[in-house]
């Protein structure tokens, strides 16, 4: 089928033909899961093919390649993942259909009898396929069209070797792991002896071009074999004894894949004493291999095992003083107890430096070899305060990679301190004062960039009572000659010594009231020339929409629009041996499909056809609408209407919010079976109105900042005149769902109310635990999106206010609430009390758990049991639809294994 669409303007995009004579129908549930989107897109190294990847939340993934006409060529389904060779190729793994796995699961088909995935080589240029079938792992040469892969269940561990077109192959036995260097094609695996008497070991290949060479010899244990970009140096951890891993692992390296020596063992002099090269830490070879990085640790403490299990105490024990919160230490026990430190071989001089230690626990280095300085940073002094601050302070020290010298850069700094690309530098921003900063490494002198009346650097819609964020940076410009730091709209130039004053570079985004942010084509990139044309992305604040520009960075200039308008655009794609790109372009009625261009994007080709699945349904459009709140400010929101809309009629509402979302206004929303919140456009599509309203925070009052920020734009709704006033709900999740809970408590407004997992009582919540990571919760009201601002010593009255808990006597609304068991955000026992409290009043209200989720349903099936049972609720209390059994009756505990009672 050919599917090829040209787009002379991006408006044209959404002109597309409608089906004839076909009516359009409601969307259900079932529509929702079914939906497809795109969940990978990419474009071959010459810019001549793409391949998207178009999966439902649930079913049969598809796989569609286009040429750069605009032509489909060839699609797989079902399918799972795609990649391009370096040439013509495009590999796809195949897989069974969802219906065919799903019969077998209901048979008891055991995991060993389900069918095996098959690869797909594709020729893209003469259309020919060949199939390989029962593939269990495969890699592909990032340099050439050499595959290796495995076929069958693991008793079959044959390595099969070929070229794409089938003309050179050969197979090595009983392989147990291999790979592809990244440049020049070498072959690096592992073999275990075999009949024919094959010395077991690791070897290294060059596809068709001779006899494989034994690297190490031996069938002890390998692990975290690595190879450098060019495959000129391999590194490995090897034991002889299979029983002594813990702490028997040395380090290995070959040179031009020759055999391998030992370069460091337990005992060798670098490491501290009692420490083992460990296992467990990651080898890595710096960019053109002149140091290897890798892991050490304190020698692995062993289980006393002269003890019964049965005689010893099960506990844990929470010290007042302990830094860091014992649940947290418990939740990240498994992870501690492989903890690793850095440490560096400089390969030319064979000298090693213990890197990263206890006391100094992080690491960053730059690309850059000829750069023999990385940045230390430690947070273990102010462990204990973060509880309560929620930011990390740290200390950060520059150390030398050749000789371990550590000076230091700044103490207790709540900023991300990084290094230049070049290494010249260290510099950070400063939440504290809002300026950015930098350090020479050389001179060890610091040097102040900006200060808050002479550059706004920080995020101005900050509503949290803690310093605001910055804005971040564009990059370094060549050789550290300057550092690009964005305002709220601009992109800056500053001297990195402070000693000229700063230039912007984008001139006209502030007044033009449109962000401009620089998008890096070249993922490997680590410095901006001034003189070369930089792509910009720019959000403009006041119509929401989005465009490319070109830029030079070399003087200030107004960018020049390239594609600009009101749609949202996506970070472009750009092929690495062309100019060819391909990205996005979307509204709330606009599927976001695969646009592909070049760099000028003066013409562009749609690949993708996504949005005719739309064709079908009753769709909505989008408004962006704005009022002042209770205190006089201006608001903005969106409004979100079904196609069609009649403004002599009466729509049901529902209210959806979070905290700001006006600047997603050009957002498609793909249609999804939502874990935590409505889908627009199923509601739409079903004849209701849904409203999106932003909302501004005061410090200490979060509940009555969203009373004063909601509730005058659902009256500014409701005067327009096409609201039904009896029926409007109100929905929202987590942060919302508290909201959502407050609102309830102040207003008789809303017809029903969702609520998902909400906090309702903030005095029980702030000494909780966030089980999903073993942090407690103070720090988030104190300094977080709670808002408190303070203690609950230092503001009991702000806790108790904020808490609709206190005040469920005054609830008039049926509610509904989610509150899941194994929440690791927000307590469940929150739901709880929201639950009894309303219970105990005898005021409507359900809760819903889905046993054994996290803070949203995750399983698919409790997905559209949430959005079909959410659904119901609002039917019933906004449009008269009968009450379902669940709502009526209810289902009791010996019923739920066999009736849901929708």
Same mark, same amino acid.
């Given at each position: 089928?050919?599917?090829?669409?040209?787009?002379?303007?991006?408006?044209?995009?959404?002109?597309?033909?409608?089906?004839?004579?076909?009516?359009?129908?409601?969307?259900?549930?079932?529509?929702?899961?079914?939906?497809?989107?795109?969940?990978?897109?990419?474009?071959?190294?010459?810019?001549?093919?793409?391949?998207?990847?178009?999966?439902?939340?649930?079913?049969?993934?598809?796989?569609?390649?286009?040429?750069?006409?605009?032509?489909?060529?060839?699609?797989?389904?079902?399918?799972?993942?795609?990649?391009?060779?370096?040439?013509?190729?495009?590999?796809?793994?195949?897989?069974?259909?969802?219906?065919?796995?799903?019969?077998?699961?209901?048979?008891?088909?055991?995991?060993?009898?389900?069918?095996?995935?098959?690869?797909?080589?594709?020729?893209?240029?003469?259309?020919?396929?060949?199939?390989?079938?029962?593939?269990?792992?495969?890699?592909?040469?990032?340099?050439?069209?050499?595959?290796?892969?495995?076929?069958?269940?693991?008793?079959?561990?044959?390595?099969?070797?070929?070229?794409?077109?089938?003309?050179?192959? &050969?197979?090595?036995?009983?392989?147990?792991?291999?790979?592809?260097?990244?440049?020049?094609?070498?072959?690096?695996?592992?073999?275990?002896?075999?009949?024919?008497?094959?010395?077991?070991?690791?070897?290294?290949?060059?596809?068709?071009?001779?006899?494989?060479?034994?690297?190490?010899?031996?069938?002890?244990?390998?692990?975290?074999?690595?190879?450098?970009?060019?495959?000129?140096?391999?590194?490995?951890?090897?034991?002889?004894?299979?029983?002594?891993?813990?702490?028997?692992?040395?380090?290995?390296?070959?040179?031009?894949?020759?055999?391998?020596?030992?370069?460091?063992?337990?005992?060798?002099?670098?490491?501290?004493?009692?420490?083992?090269?460990?296992e467990n830490g990651e080898l890595t070879f710096s960019k053109n291999a002149r140091r290897l990085f890798f892991g050490i640790a304190p020698q692995p403490k062993q289980k006393d095992t002269t003890i019964l299990a049965d005689n010893r105490p099960n506990v844990h024990i929470w010290?007042?003083?302990?830094?860091?919160?014992?649940?947290?230490?418990?939740?990240?026990?498994?992870?501690?107890?492989?903890?690793?430190?850095?440490?560096?071989?400089?390969?030319?001089?064979?000298?090693?430096?213990?890197?990263?230690?206890?006391?100094?626990?992080?690491?960053?280095?730059?690309?850059?070899?000829?750069?023999?300085?990385?940045?230390?940073?430690?947070?273990?002094?102010?462990?204990?305060?973060?509880?309560?601050?929620?930011?990390?302070?740290?200390?950060?020290?520059?150390?030398?990679?050749?000789?371990?010298?550590?000076?230091?850069?700044?103490?207790?700094? &709540?900023?991300?301190?990084?290094?230049?690309?070049?290494?010249?530098?260290?510099?950070?921003?400063?939440?504290?004062?809002?300026?950015?900063?930098?350090?020479?490494?050389?001179?060890?002198?610091?040097?102040?960039?900006?200060?808050?009346?002479?550059?706004?650097?920080?995020?101005?819609?900050?509503?949290?009572?803690?310093?605001?964020?910055?804005?971040?940076?564009?990059?370094?410009?060549?050789?550290?000659?300057?550092?690009?730091?964005?305002?709220?709209?601009?992109?800056?130039?500053?001297?990195?010594?402070?000693?000229?004053?700063?230039?912007?570079?984008?001139?006209?985004?502030?007044?033009?009231?449109?962000?401009?942010?620089?998008?890096?084509?070249?993922?490997?990139?680590?410095?901006?020339?001034?003189?070369?044309?930089?792509?910009?992305?720019?959000?403009?604040?006041?119509?929401?929409?989005?465009?490319?520009?070109?830029?030079?960075?070399?003087?200030?200039?107004?960018?020049?629009?390239?594609?600009?308008?009101?749609?949202?655009?996506?970070?472009?794609?750009?092929?690495?041996?062309?100019?060819?790109?391909?990205?996005?372009?979307?509204?709330?009625?606009?599927?976001?499909?695969?646009?592909?261009?070049?760099?000028?994007?003066?013409?562009?080709?749609?690949?993708?056809?996504?949005?005719?699945?739309?064709?079908?349904?009753?769709?909505?459009?989008?408004?962006?609408?704005?009022?002042?709140?209770?205190?006089?400010?201006?608001?903005?929101?969106?409004?979100?209407?079904?196609?069609?809309?009649?403004?002599?009629?009466?729509?049901?509402?529902?209210?959806?919010?979070?905290?700001?979302?006006?600047?997603?206004?050009?957002?498609?929303?793909?249609?999804?079976?939502?874990?935590?919140?409505?889908?627009?456009?199923?509601?739409?599509?079903?004849?209701?109105?849904?409203?999106?309203?932003?909302?501004?925070?005061?410090?200490?009052?979060?509940?009555?900042?969203?009373?004063?920020?909601?509730?005058?734009?659902?009256?500014?709704?409701?005067?327009?005149?096409?609201?039904?006033?009896?029926?409007?709900?109100?929905?929202?999740?987590?942060?919302?769902?508290?909201?959502?809970?407050?609102?309830?408590?102040?207003?008789?407004?809303?017809?029903?109310?969702?609520?998902?997992?909400?906090?309702?009582?903030?005095?029980?919540?702030?000494?909780?635990?966030?089980?999903?990571?073993?942090?407690?919760?103070?720090?988030?009201?104190?300094?977080?999106?709670?808002?408190?601002?303070?203690?609950?010593?230092?503001?009991?009255?702000r806790y108790i206010e904020n808490s609709p808990l206190f005040d469920m006597d005054k609830v008039k609304t049926p509610i509904l609430i989610m509150a899941n068991d194994n929440d690791g955000h927000v307590p469940w026992y929150q739901g709880i009390e929201f639950f009894v409290a309303?219970?105990?009043?005898?005021?409507?209200?359900?809760?819903?758990?889905?046993?054994?989720?996290?803070?949203?349903?995750?399983?698919?099936?409790?997905?559209?049991?949430?959005?079909?049972?959410?659904?119901?609720?609002?039917?019933?209390?906004?449009?008269?639809?009968?009450?379902?059994?669940?709502?009526?009756?209810?289902?009791?505990?010996?019923?739920?294994?066999?009736?849901?009672?929708?």
């Open positions: 089928m050919n599917r090829i669409k040209i787009i002379l303007g991006l408006a044209a995009c959404a002109a597309l033909p409608a089906v004839a004579q076909t009516p359009k129908k409601s969307m259900t549930v079932e529509d929702l899961v079914a939906w497809e989107r795109i969940t990978a897109k990419s474009i071959s190294d010459d810019g001549m093919w793409v391949s998207a990847k178009m999966e439902p939340w649930k079913g049969d993934v598809s796989i569609y390649v286009y040429n750069r006409k605009g032509e489909e060529v060839a699609s797989f389904r079902p399918a799972k993942e795609s990649e391009f060779s370096v040439s013509h190729y495009l590999l796809v793994t195949k897989t069974a259909t969802l219906e065919e796995t799903e019969a077998l699961k209901l048979k008891k088909t055991k995991d060993d009898q389900m069918p095996m995935d098959r690869l797909a080589i594709y020729d893209l240029s003469s259309k020919k396929e060949e199939s390989i079938d029962s593939i269990r792992s495969y890699k592909l040469s990032e340099s050439a069209d050499w595959l290796a892969y495995q076929r069958g269940r693991k008793a079959d561990s044959t390595l099969y070797i070929r070229t794409l077109d089938g003309s050179q192959s &050969t197979a090595f036995p009983r392989v147990t792991n291999f790979f592809f260097s990244k440049e020049n094609n070498v072959l690096y695996y592992v073999t275990a002896e075999d009949s024919a008497g094959v010395k077991p070991g690791l070897y290294a290949c060059l596809p068709g071009q001779g006899d494989a060479k034994l690297i190490w010899g031996g069938d002890g244990v390998f692990k975290h074999i690595t190879a450098d970009e060019k495959g000129s140096h391999l590194a490995f951890l090897y034991c002889a004894d299979k029983d002594s891993t813990d702490t028997g692992f040395a380090l290995y390296m070959s040179k031009d894949n020759n055999p391998a020596h030992k370069i460091a063992e337990r005992h060798d002099t670098f490491l501290p004493s009692q420490w083992v090269i460990s010290n007042w003083n302990e830094k860091i919160q014992y649940t947290q230490q418990d939740y990240n026990r498994a992870e501690d107890l492989k903890k690793t430190y850095k440490a560096v071989c400089n390969l030319r001089e064979q000298t090693f430096v213990t890197l990263t230690t206890p006391e100094l626990t992080t690491l960053q280095t730059v690309e850059n070899d000829d750069v023999s300085v990385a940045l230390l940073s430690t947070t273990v002094p102010y462990d204990l305060e973060r509880m309560w601050e929620g930011a990390n302070r740290s200390d950060v020290y520059s150390v030398n990679l050749q000789t371990g010298d550590l000076q230091p850069v700044i103490k207790e700094t &709540t900023g991300r301190v990084r290094l230049s690309p070049e290494g010249k530098y260290a510099y950070w921003y400063n939440p504290k004062d809002s300026s950015w900063y930098t350090h020479s490494i050389a001179g060890r002198k610091e040097y102040r960039l900006t200060t808050p009346s002479t550059f706004i650097a920080w995020d101005e819609d900050n509503d949290v009572p803690s310093y605001p964020d910055s804005h971040g940076i564009a990059g370094w410009t060549t050789g550290d000659e300057a550092i690009l730091i964005y305002d709220r709209f601009d992109i800056w130039r500053f001297d990195p010594t402070a000693a000229t004053a700063p230039v912007s570079l984008t001139v006209g985004g502030r007044s033009g009231n449109i962000a401009y942010r620089r998008m890096q084509l070249d993922k490997d990139e680590t410095h901006i020339d001034p003189g070369e044309t930089q792509l910009l992305r720019g959000f403009n604040h006041t119509t929401k929409g989005y465009g490319y520009y070109n830029a030079r960075f070399a003087t200030p200039s107004l960018p020049q629009t390239l594609l600009a308008g009101d749609f949202m655009l996506s970070a472009p794609v750009k092929a690495k041996k062309s100019d060819a790109i391909i990205y996005t372009s979307e509204t709330f009625s606009k599927y976001p499909d695969v646009l592909l261009s070049d760099r000028t994007f003066k013409r562009s080709v749609q690949l993708t056809q996504g949005i005719r699945q739309q064709d079908a349904f009753i769709w909505g459009t989008a408004e962006l609408t704005s009022w002042v709140s209770l205190d006089g400010r201006r608001l903005e929101g969106v409004i979100y209407k079904p196609v069609g809309f009649d403004p002599g009629k009466k729509y049901p509402v529902i209210v959806n919010f979070y905290e700001r979302n006006s600047e997603t206004y050009h957002s498609y929303r793909m249609p999804e079976a939502n874990r935590s919140t409505v889908d627009y456009h199923f509601y739409n599509s079903n004849g209701y109105i849904v409203f999106n309203p932003d909302i501004i925070y005061d410090d200490g009052y979060p509940g009555e900042s969203c009373f004063k920020s909601v509730m005058p734009g659902v009256a500014a709704l409701i005067a327009k005149g096409y609201v039904n006033e009896k029926a409007i709900a109100a929905q929202g999740h987590s942060w919302g769902g508290y909201q959502d809970a407050y609102l309830a408590t102040r207003t008789n407004l809303f017809a029903a109310i969702e609520s998902g997992a909400p906090v309702v009582n903030m005095l029980s919540a702030y000494g909780g635990i966030r089980w999903g990571s073993g942090l407690n919760r103070s720090f988030q009201y104190e300094h977080g999106q709670s808002r408190i601002g303070a203690s609950i010593w230092e503001s009991p009255l309303l219970k105990r009043l005898q005021k409507p209200a359900w809760l819903l758990n889905y046993t054994g989720e996290p803070h949203w349903p995750m399983r698919m099936a409790n997905r559209i049991d949430f959005q079909k049972r959410m659904f119901q609720f609002f039917e019933h209390y906004l449009n008269n639809k009968p009450m379902p059994g669940w709502m009526s009756e209810g289902v009791p505990a010996v019923e739920r294994d066999f009736e849901l009672g929708y």
